[in-house]
């Protein structure tokens, strides 16, 4: 039976639970009982600052991207701690001849930056993704050029950094540049 949702506010911390090891996080597909912990983390300028999509402002939205967007994805995994959505990481596989690449996003919230969780549901979604999607070869992923963060993340989970591509990737408004990272079916998690 799904849990009933509840909604804390974002700017109140004391009501989130800290992060104290692995086991507590999970990355599982996303449902429409998700929709308020997903608005905690999607209405933070903060934590969309870098995605294509805005900010969502109204559980009416949320829960409409829940069901146009996320549950409809083949590849649209919620980022997880004890079983609460706390970020994402979809998977975009390209096809016909392409097929053996996919595009890599993820998201955390804000509040739980710097604990090593986006690391780790990287690794975790890397881990799986090959199996689940048979002809991939090749995971690749797009940081903007003054996300530090995130390309820390990246190269922490064994991702290779190729090189710059400027004024590459669209998002809110500008066209930016961006660094390219890969990882490999052969490749090894660190």
């Known amino acids: 039976m799904p849990r009933p949702c509840e909604l804390f506010p974002v700017s109140d911390h004391s009501l989130q639970p800290r992060f104290n090891g692995p086991s507590r996080i999970s990355l599982r597909p996303f449902n429409l009982y998700d929709v308020d912990d997903f608005l905690l983390w999607a209405r933070d300028d903060r934590a969309t600052r870098y995605l294509r999509w805005d900010t969502i402002t109204s559980r009416e939205e949320a829960l409409a991207y829940l069901e146009k ?9 919620s980022i997880c701690l004890d079983d609460r ?6 998977i975009k596989p390209e096809s016909g001849d ?10 955390v919230a804000a509040e739980y930056w710097g604990q090593g969780m986006a690391t780790l ?7 799986k993704v090959f199996d689940e999607i048979p002809d991939l070869v090749r995971l690749h992923a ?8 995130s390309q820390r993340v990246l190269e922490k989970a064994g ?4 090189g710059l591509l400027r004024k590459y990737g669209f998002c809110k408004g500008e066209i930016r540049d961006m660094f390219v990272y890969s990882f490999l079916s052969t490749d090894k998690l660190l």
């Open 121 to 127: 549901a990287l690794k975790m979604a890397v881990s």
């Open 85 to 90: 959505s706390i970020g994402y990481i979809p």
């Open 98 to 107: 392409d097929r053996c690449r996919a595009h890599i996003r993820y998201a």
């Open 142 to 149: 797009l940081v903007e050029l003054e996300n530090k963060a």
């Open 159 to 162: 991702f290779v950094k190729e």
């Open 69 to 77: 967007v996320a549950i409809p994805h083949p590849w649209r995994r």
